[in-house]
């Protein structure tokens, strides 16, 4: 007798799809087949069962500067991260000023305790390396089961140095963790800023427009580079182009251990949306920008192609009409004001299998792998996590493939006073999902169960994909 019996859905596997009973014992999976018993039984036929998402690209309740706040805390993210068809999500925690890594991580996970809808585990981000930090806090939570971190090459406050950046991969090295790169060039950056409001380009588009594909591929190789110097694993997160991803063709290559992610703003956002009238193209700032349609495409091939090993979200929100979100002041007065990112931890799911499965560009195995399979595998879940097997926590997602509406913000759950998918149409949406065979959303809502997510303590990545 199980707990719970999931009847007749399509369950999608890491190798296989197949038309099955999911029985479910302590929150866990433990019998996959026909005919199984329970104590309750959730009628699927019809539906789709996907292991839970994993969104390994969120950023909730971050230090954003003097007078800016997020839109999201854990309470909010996380109501909107199940409704869209997740069951774990991976955070960064960010030092605030003069604040230690550990101390931060301390303050961070108080944070998330009881509000938090689904499981999560939480990057590092690494913006200082000082005796401290490189020495101590870093390697302790790495040992503690953090085991992935993020640096950055762009954000005066947050960008490292190349030396800065090999003394971390080198702590990275003798632990055995995951480093993530946001590939960007500062300088190259600081340089088009400068020249772009010296000629009264000032509106948002002009942010999409000072940073362009060639301040991302130079960054994009730089990274690899010196992680091939380091000996270490490496994510690049969030690429938005072609050029990007040839770099990582290449590199993989000549054997280089490098990592792709994408993200929904770069498959069906570009740059003209920057260039809305008004300060509406406002709503659509973030790093990388859109591109055009061309690189769309590019991306769409990456995916197609097997390049990109993950698609998260990035979800980065911000109230727009709001002098603490998008409307920050000076914002009105130059681009590079306007705080950086877009909501997206919802509609990260609907969005990829109403355009690649539904339109034929993927598989269903394809999908389970780029937005769950692989998180799990690259940071350290998957004893766990990220698929449908037995042993594996029931985090399960059903989907009807049929269910055609579009995206408004009226029925979203973040904390974000806009989408910028709003009208944006979807076939294809999560109608239930289950955190360790537990129901915590059901038709669009969650279904009132307490906050019940844990931390994640994860291992080193397998990177054997």
Same mark, same amino acid.
């Given at each position: 007798?199980?707990?719970?019996?999931?009847?007749?859905?399509?369950?999608?596997?890491?190798?296989?799809?197949?038309? &099955?009973?999911?029985?479910?014992?302590?929150?866990?999976?433990?019998?996959?087949?026909?005919?199984?018993?329970?104590?309750?039984?959730?009628?699927?036929?019809?539906?789709?069962?996907?292991?839970?998402?994993?969104?390994?690209?969120?950023?909730?309740?971050?230090?954003?500067?003097?007078?800016?706040? &997020?839109?999201?805390?854990?309470?909010?993210?996380?109501?909107?991260?199940?409704?869209?068809?997740?069951?774990?999500?991976?955070?960064?925690?960010?030092?605030?000023?003069?604040?230690?890594?550990?101390?931060?991580?301390?303050?961070?996970?108080?944070?998330?305790?009881?509000?938090?809808?689904?499981?999560?585990?939480?990057?590092?981000?690494?913006?200082?390396?000082?005796?401290?930090t490189l020495g101590q806090d870093l390697p302790a939570l790495l040992e503690a089961g953090h085991t992935s971190f993020k640096?950055? &090459?762009?954000?005066?406050?947050?960008?490292?140095?190349?030396?800065?950046?090999?003394?971390?991969?080198?702590?990275?090295?003798r632990h055995g963790a995951m480093v993530m790169v946001h590939a960007e060039n500062e300088d190259a950056i600081e340089f088009?800023?400068?020249?772009?409001?010296?000629?009264?380009?000032?509106?948002?588009?002009?942010?999409?427009?000072?940073?362009?594909?060639?301040?991302?591929?130079?960054?994009?190789?730089?990274?690899?580079?010196?992680?091939?110097?380091?000996?270490?694993?490496?994510?690049?997160?969030?690429?938005?182009?072609?050029?990007?991803?040839? /770099?990582?063709?290449?590199?993989?290559?000549?054997?280089?251990?490098?990592?792709? /992610?994408?993200?929904?703003?770069?498959?069906?956002?570009?740059?003209?949306?920057?260039?809305?009238?008004?300060?509406?193209?406002?709503?659509?700032?973030?790093?990388?920008?859109?591109?055009?349609?061309?690189?769309?495409?590019?991306?769409?091939?990456?995916?197609?192609?097997?390049?990109?090993?993950?698609?998260?979200?990035?979800?980065?929100?911000?109230?727009?009409?709001?002098?603490?979100?998008?409307?920050?002041?000076?914002?009105?007065?130059?681009?590079? !004001?306007?705080? !950086?990112?877009?909501?997206?931890?919802?509609?990260?799911?609907?969005?990829?299998?109403?355009?690649?499965?539904?339109?034929?560009?993927?598989?269903?195995?394809?999908?389970?792998?780029?937005?769950?399979?692989?998180? %799990?595998?690259?940071?350290?879940?998957?004893?766990?996590?990220?698929?449908?097997?037995?042993?594996?926590?029931?985090?399960?997602?059903?989907?009807?493939?049929?269910?055609?509406?579009?995206?408004?913000?009226?029925?979203?759950?973040?904390?974000?006073?806009?989408?910028?998918?709003?009208?944006?149409?979807?076939?294809?949406?999560?109608? %239930?999902?289950?955190?360790?065979?537990?129901?915590? &959303?059901?038709?669009?809502?969650?279904?009132?169960? %307490?906050?019940?997510?844990?931390?994640?303590?994860?291992?080193?990545?397998?990177?054997?994909?």
């Amino acid at each position: 007798m199980h707990d719970l019996v999931i009847r007749g859905a399509r369950v999608v596997t890491g190798t296989d799809v197949a038309q &099955m009973d999911i029985g479910i014992l302590d929150g866990r999976i433990a019998t996959l087949g026909e005919g199984l018993v329970g104590a309750e039984v959730v009628e699927a036929a019809g539906l789709i069962a996907m292991p839970g998402g994993i969104d390994s690209h969120v950023h909730i309740s971050q230090p954003s500067g003097p007078g800016i706040e &997020m839109a999201d805390d854990f309470a909010s993210a996380s109501a909107a991260a199940a409704c869209g068809g997740n069951t774990t999500i991976l955070p960064f925690c960010l030092p605030e000023e003069g604040q230690s890594l550990r101390a931060a991580m301390a303050v961070y996970l108080a944070k998330a305790e009881g509000q938090c809808h689904v499981d999560f585990g939480v990057h590092l981000i690494v913006h200082r390396t000082d005796a401290q930090t490189l020495g101590q806090d870093l390697p302790a939570l790495l040992e503690a089961g953090h085991t992935s971190f993020k640096v950055f &090459m762009t954000y005066k406050g947050l960008a490292l140095s190349d030396r800065q950046i090999l003394d971390v991969m080198a702590v990275a090295e003798r632990h055995g963790a995951m480093v993530m790169v946001h590939a960007e060039n500062e300088d190259a950056i600081e340089f088009l800023r400068d020249r772009a409001e010296s000629s009264g380009q000032i509106a948002p588009l002009y942010h999409a427009n000072t940073r362009p594909v060639a301040v991302e591929r130079e960054a994009v190789h730089r990274a690899i580079t010196l992680a091939e110097i380091a000996r270490v694993p490496l994510t690049i997160v969030h690429v938005s182009n072609g050029e990007a991803l040839d /770099e990582i063709r290449r590199a993989r290559a000549r054997g280089a251990q490098v990592f792709a /992610e994408t993200c929904p703003q770069y498959l069906t956002l570009t740059a003209a949306d920057l260039d809305r009238s008004g300060f509406e193209g406002a709503k659509y700032v973030c790093s990388p920008p859109p591109r055009d349609e061309a690189e769309q495409r590019a991306c769409w091939a990456g995916i197609e192609r097997g390049d990109f090993e993950l698609y998260s979200s990035d979800h980065c929100p911000f109230r727009f009409a709001d002098p603490a979100g998008k409307d920050a002041p000076g914002a009105r007065a130059s681009f590079r !004001n306007i705080p !950086n990112g877009i909501p997206g931890i919802e509609t990260r799911l609907p969005i990829l299998f109403s355009e690649g499965v539904g339109k034929g560009r993927i598989s269903l195995q394809r999908f389970a792998q780029i937005t769950a399979t692989n998180h %799990a595998r690259l940071y350290g879940l998957a004893a766990r996590k990220g698929s449908i097997r037995v042993g594996a926590d029931a985090d399960i997602v059903l989907w009807d493939p049929n269910l055609c509406r579009p995206i408004r913000q009226a029925d979203l759950h973040h904390g974000a006073d806009y989408t910028p998918w709003e009208g944006f149409e979807v076939t294809g949406w999560p109608v %239930a999902t289950f955190l360790r065979g537990h129901a915590i &959303m059901r038709d669009g809502e969650l279904t009132g169960r %307490a906050p019940a997510g844990r931390l994640q303590q994860r291992a080193t990545p397998d990177t054997l994909l």
